[in-house]
Nanobody, 113 residues
Framework: QVQLVESGGGLVQSGESLSLSCAAS????????MAWYRQTPGKQRELVAY?????????ADSVRGRFTISRDSANAKNTVYLQMNSLKPDDTAVYYC?????WGKGTLVTVSA
């Protein structure tokens, strides 16, 4: 059974960095778009960034210049990363990975002031 497994969340202070990763396990065909979303209580899930198979990227305005999305699709791996720098308290959220119509369970990122 195909799954997306996120890792790398945690508690950091404002201005610090954190890196998230999401690995697709199981048999899965080549994925075009892999993306990160985030959600805070009472708000809709919002797109943070996505990356296509040919490495085209797009970022939310709120994270552009601070976050970098990348992927590793070599050797049948489908892994997407999110490097988050200069984190702010507003970045606090549960971060979800999505690819191929699947969603991970989410990983909590907390940024203290």
């Amino acid at each position: 059974q195909v799954q997306l497994v996120e890792s790398g969340g945690g508690l950091v202070q404002s201005g610090e960095s954190l890196s998230l990763s999401c690995a697709a396990s199981g048999s899965i065909s080549r994925i075009n778009i892999m993306a990160w979303y985030r959600q805070t209580p009472g708000k809709q899930r919002e797109l943070v960034a996505y990356i296509t198979r040919n490495s085209t990227t797009r970022y939310a305005d709120s994270v552009r210049g601070r976050f970098t999305i990348s992927r590793d699709s070599a050797n049948a791996k489908n892994t997407v990363y999110l490097q988050m720098n200069s984190l702010k308290p507003d970045d606090t959220a549960v971060y979800y990975c999505t690819a191929g119509g699947l969603w991970g369970k989410g990983t909590l990122v907390t940024v203290s002031a």
